[in-house]
């Protein structure tokens, strides 16, 4: 049996005393929690645009929107330009 402690342990543990999850779903949650916030600001542009494509946006209407979205990300992103942005996606 391994005596190894989960770095969020108390999170989880707060978890589980406050909503229906049990253990080992709200350490998925909390895994799935820091790996969307620990996406780089190139991965979330690329991820977003694509997103936003495909219901249907034009980049005219995609690149505002994610510059204004990367101001309010938890892990602040450095301020793009709407050329840098369009610079990640098609290089």
Not at 12 to 38: C, K, N
Not at 49 to 62: F, M, P, S, V, Y
């Amino acid at each position: 049996m391994s005596t190894a402690r989960h770095p969020y342990e108390d999170l989880i543990a707060h978890l589980t005393r406050t909503s229906p999850l049990g253990p080992g779903e709200a350490a998925r949650v909390v895994a799935d929690v820091l790996a969307y916030f620990s996406e780089s600001a190139e991965e979330f542009v690329r991820r977003r645009h694509g997103e936003l494509k495909a219901r249907g946006l034009t980049n005219d209407e995609i690149f505002p929107r994610i510059a204004s979205e990367l101001r309010s990300r938890r892990v602040a992103a450095p301020e793009l330009s709407l050329r840098q942005l369009r610079r990640i996606v098609y290089g």
